[in-house]
């Protein structure tokens, strides 16, 4: 028994069977409760190898469930399942439980057999973390995704990495394309030499071209001594491009001379300097609709996009959202000065429901805001300047009185049939009274085939 003494054991539900902790703990469970995501994020878990236990009908929403999707894909738990029956499950509950799950029992069950599987849930939670250490080593590093977009993704940077020719990286602002960058030179035969990344809209037209072939001492005021530009940098590296769509024209002639010959001059110099690099670009404009609108010269475009992959968008990805945003939030807290701990269910909800046009910077940004602007350490939707979700919004006052009016007057209604005198006697107003707040509240009185009943008007 010893060996199976204090266990760690996660349960959670909104109604916790005292009879099932009993026998639990009798076997050597240690167990931590929780009964909603807020209590969740504050329990101070080791990060030790658990059981967890999850009671899918005790009272959750689909949305509740949803919001546990981070701590369900966490390697150090293991998941075992109660359903009330299998037919009752959601199309949400489902899908939760065929990623995540190792097991599930339909009530009733026998508490020696759960017990059972939970020791075994532990044990694969024990082996898990090398499996998915091993499995997250051969993905891009510092690129977080479950949902089919982010894979695809993954499968064009492996393919695309085996080939030493320009890529071009389509994608919104704000989506991560550099890190797609890094992980495409960092999967090349050329990551062990120099990644060098150029922001073509953050240069000045009239320095880019310096920027990028360097110059010589003298070739301007100011050249004081000769310094070697951005390409010549990435010698027998990878030369990242990002937001090649805003390169001026002048420098889009530059640029396509050197792919086409592999050499250089620095601005006031004479010398042809051959240059290694491979080239990565990367851009949020529509280059088809720039060629046309002869923005962008279409035989350079030829010469970058010879590979191609597209980063998707954040309002793409899914439940992915959430694991960036736990992984956001985990960052912040190593830096903050106060306790952050965690997401109010509210503010999960208003991050699944918020378009993100801004993609992962804009998620970073309102989480660094929230964290610092938090009270008690529980991130609200206020703080992460999001919208409360409609369903959340606390009524007023006025709201709950009219609504509970109107529900005892259409009661009344059917309770007297129809009979007005008896309802404004019975709800001790005047007739005169009871006419303006139907007419208020759009309620109707009509004859139908089983007899009289109310209806709400349009």
Known sequence: MSAYANRPLLYLSQHHDAMLCRVLSQRGWKISFASSLQELLALAHSGQPAAALLDVHSG???????????????????????????????????????????????????????????????????????????????????????????????????????????????????????LAAQAIHRASERAQKPFVAVNCAAIPPTLLMSELFGYERGAFTGATKRKPGRIEMAQGGTLFLDEIGDMPLESQTSLLRFLETGRIERLGGTESIEVDVRIISA?????????????????????????????????ERGSDIMLIAEHVLESVRKQSPARIRGFSPTALRAIQQHNWPGNVRELINRIRHAAAMCEDGVIQPADLELATPAEERPKTLAAIREEAEQHAIVEALQRNHERLIDVAAELGISRVTLFRLMRDYKLQVKKGNMGIVCVQGT
Do not use: N
């Not at 071009?168 to 991560?176: D, H, K, N, R, V």
């Not at 010269?297 to 970058?304: K, P, S, V």
């Open 60 to 178: 959750f929403s689909d949305a509740e469930l949803e919001s546990f999707e981070p701590w369900l894909a966490q390697p150090q738990f293991g998941w075992i399942g109660i359903v009330a029956s299998r037919d009752a499950l959601s199309e949400a509950a489902r899908r939760l439980l065929g990623l995540y799950f190792i097991d599930y029992y339909t009530s009733p069950f026998e508490s020696a057999d759960l017990a059972h599987s939970l020791g075994h849930a532990q044990g694969m939670a024990q082996i898990r973390p090398a499996v998915r250490g091993a499995a997250a080593s051969s993905r891009p590093d510092g690129m977080i995704g479950t949902c089919a977009a982010m894979q695809t993704l993954f499968r064009g940077i492996e393919k695309v990495s085996r080939w030493d020719t320009p890529v071009l990286i389509s994608g919104e602002s704000g989506t991560g394309k550099e």
């Open 283 to 315: 851009t949020h404009v529509d280059l088809d609709a720039a060629i046309a609108a002869e923005r962008f010269r279409g035989d350079l475009y030829h010469r970058l996009c010879v590979l191609r992959v597209r980063q998707p968008p954040l309002r």
